[in-house]
């Protein structure tokens, strides 16, 4: 088997100050790795970096193309990291406000990323987009309103369906939870959790919530100061953190 | 199939002034196909420390752990993953609730994540929740506001779902009543029948004589004791 994502040292500065600094990884098909740590410590700076939003100062960013195999999205031309982007990958922003056009339909915001990649019979559209907003419960009567009128949650699960309904194979997501109730938060994790798995997805998720990671990654990544201090199976690094930093993160939040 | 030799622990507690503590030393145990091997000790002894480092959840520093083949000190994250979806089940002593996920749901997991049928994959699920005497008004509820013996009973569903070759039980029959007892307890006997390897914790002696085949006491794996 391939790996789907291949992370080899990759660092990014700003001036002076470090953002992530070396960090290596490998993602496999079907996993979903989980990064936390404390504000600051670099984990958007790192998804940035893997998403093709930042460049990296230095190291590769390998990830297995559909078409071509494995390729260094570093080192693409930009129209080419843009096709993945609408195409392998999907990004969840904390903020759905980044992640959907609010003076658009949630039909719309659905139905654009398919003909972004060439969807264009308006029946098949509105029928795909119908079924994703009902897979992310959103009630197929409010199709035609605009996300400005949804609730927190429902506008996190429309940036779902618009990320997912072209089928990608990697999700990025920036504390897809970040912004919500606690009982909403439960639900969209719920949702996350039977997607990732029913999809066969595979996804980084950065949270500083280890209840999130606990629930939803395979392994998790644990950085401090732009660092990775430790990384494993979350229920390992949870449960028997070998790291002095991990340890105090552990022990600082009630039994997860 | 579980092929344990010199097995070591001990827990570095960083934030309180660097403390190590010591808690196994020259663990070694074996358990054949179709064999129920008991972990017996005090309270402290180290059981459910060996168990959790043989699902991987504890991290294994010193000497070897095989299970089906695979050497878990030291492994990869993938390779226990695989290891759990396909070979190595495991009844932990409760059941981690998810709010929102319906007991039936919870129980058909693993079969779900190997990519079976939904629709087998519940239909055992609700035969083993009617043999374990889980209500059918429950099913379809979230065990976060379940009793005690009813949420071990969750678990075992879950944990006898799939015919895995390897299991782990730790203390599968405390919180329960007599008549369910003796669901696990038959549970039990046909997993080995059909060639499971398991190892167990029974605080309750009688259903540990009524199953297994041989005990291994951690106590004479305490640190102090090896030195000695
Ligand atoms: N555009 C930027 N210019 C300068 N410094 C930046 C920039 N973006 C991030 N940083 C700095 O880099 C470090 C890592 O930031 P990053 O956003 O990756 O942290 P984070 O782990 O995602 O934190 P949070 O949990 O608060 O989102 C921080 O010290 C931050 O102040
Ligand atoms: N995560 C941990 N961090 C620090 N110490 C731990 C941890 N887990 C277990 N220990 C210690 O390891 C020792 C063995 O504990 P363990 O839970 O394995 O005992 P046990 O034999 O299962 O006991 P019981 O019969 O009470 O369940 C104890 O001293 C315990 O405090
Ligand atoms: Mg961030
Ligand atoms: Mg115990």
Same mark, same amino acid.
């Given at each position: 088997m391939t790996p789907l994502l291949q992370v080899e040292g990759v660092s990014k500065h700003y001036g002076a100050h470090?953002?992530? /600094? !070396?960090?290596?990884?490998?993602?496999?098909?079907?996993?979903?790795?989980?990064?936390?740590?404390?504000?600051g410590s670099g984990k958007s700076t790192l998804l940035n970096c893997m998403a093709g939003h930042l460049a990296p100062d230095a190291g590769r960013v390998v $990830?297995?193309?559909?078409?071509?195999?494995?390729?260094?999205?570093?080192?693409?031309?930009?129209?080419? %990291?843009?096709?993945?982007? %609408?195409?392998?990958?999907?990004?969840?922003?904390?903020?759905?406000?980044d992640g959907l056009r609010m003076n658009v339909s949630a039909g719309g915001n659905v139905g654009e990323r398919l003909m972004a990649v060439g969807a264009r019979h308006y029946g098949d559209i509105r029928a795909?987009?119908?079924?994703?907003?009902?897979?992310?419960?959103?009630?197929?009567?409010?199709?035609?309103?605009?996300?400005?009128? $949804?609730? /927190? /949650?429902?506008?996190?699960?429309?940036?779902?369906a618009r990320n997912l309904v072209t089928g990608p194979r990697l999700v990025?997501? !920036?504390?897809?939870?970040?912004?919500?109730?606690?009982?909403?938060?439960?639900?969209?994790?719920?949702?996350? %959790? /039977?997607?990732?798995?029913?999809?066969?997805?595979?996804?980084?998720?950065v949270t500083h919530d280890l209840a999130v990671v606990r629930l939803l990654a395979d392994r998790v990544m644990v950085m401090k100061d732009g660092r990775v201090v430790e990384q494993g199976l979350t229920d390992q690094v949870l449960d028997d953190p070998q790291h002095a930093y991990t340890q105090l993160l552990v022990s600082s939040v009630l039994q997860v | 199939m579980i092929e344990i030799s010199d097995v070591g622990k001990r827990f570095v507690l960083h934030n309180?002034?660097?403390?190590?503590?010591?808690?196994?030393?020259?663990?070694?145990?074996?358990?054949? @196909?179709?064999?129920?091997?008991?972990?017996?000790?005090?309270?402290g002894a180290g059981k459910s420390t060996l168990m959790r480092m043989i699902w991987?959840?504890?991290?294994? +520093?010193?000497?070897?752990?095989?299970?089906?083949?695979?050497?878990?000190?030291?492994?990869?994250?993938?390779?226990?993953?695989?290891?759990? @979806?396909?070979?190595?089940?495991?009844?932990?002593?409760?059941? @981690?609730?998810?709010? @929102?996920?319906?007991?039936?749901?919870?129980?058909?997991?693993?079969?779900?994540?190997?990519?079976?049928e939904?629709?087998?994959?519940?239909?055992?699920?609700?035969?083993?929740?009617?043999?374990?005497?889980?209500?059918?008004?429950?099913?379809?509820?979230?065990?976060?506001?379940?009793?005690?013996?009813?949420?071990?009973?969750?678990?075992?569903?879950?944990?006898?779902?799939? +015919?895995?070759?390897?299991?782990l039980l730790d203390e599968p029959t405390a919180s329960l009543d007599a008549a369910n007892r003796a669901v696990v307890l038959d549970l039990i006997l046909e997993a080995k029948a059909r060639g499971a390897a398991i190892l167990g914790i029974f605080h309750d002696t009688g259903a540990r004589d009524a199953v297994c085949d041989r005990e291994v006491d951690m106590g004479a794996f305490l640190p102090g004791r090896a030195a000695a």
């Open positions: 470090l953002g992530c /600094g !070396d960090v290596t990884f490998t993602l496999w098909p079907g996993e979903v790795m989980g990064i936390v740590g404390e504000s $990830f297995d193309t559909r078409m071509h195999g494995p390729r260094d999205t570093v080192t693409m031309t930009e129209a080419e %990291r843009r096709w993945l982007a %609408r195409t392998d990958w999907a990004f969840v922003h904390q903020n759905p406000r795909q987009a119908q079924d994703w907003l009902g897979r992310v419960e959103i009630d197929a009567g409010r199709m035609d309103e605009r996300p400005r009128a $949804f609730s /927190g /949650g429902m506008q996190q699960r429309l940036q779902i990025f997501m !920036d504390e897809p939870t970040g912004g919500l109730d606690v009982s909403v938060q439960a639900r969209l994790l719920d949702l996350l %959790r /039977g997607l990732v798995r029913k999809l066969g997805l595979s996804a980084v998720i | 309180q002034g660097g403390v190590v503590l010591p808690v196994m030393a020259g663990a070694s145990l074996h358990v054949g @196909r179709g064999e129920c091997v008991a972990l017996t000790g005090a309270s991987g959840n504890y991290r294994c +520093d010193e000497g070897s752990i095989r299970v089906a083949g695979l050497e878990l000190c030291g492994a990869q994250a993938r390779d226990v993953l695989a290891l759990r @979806r396909g070979t190595l089940g495991y009844v932990s002593q409760f059941l @981690r609730v998810i709010p @929102r996920v319906p007991a039936l749901q919870i129980v058909a997991e693993p079969l779900l994540a190997q990519g079976i939904e629709d087998a994959a519940l239909m055992r699920a609700r035969d083993l929740l009617a043999r374990l005497n889980i209500p059918q008004r429950l099913w379809s509820i979230s065990p976060t506001t379940f009793s005690g013996g009813e949420q071990q009973r969750v678990n075992i569903a879950r944990g006898f779902i799939q +015919d895995w070759p390897v299991m």
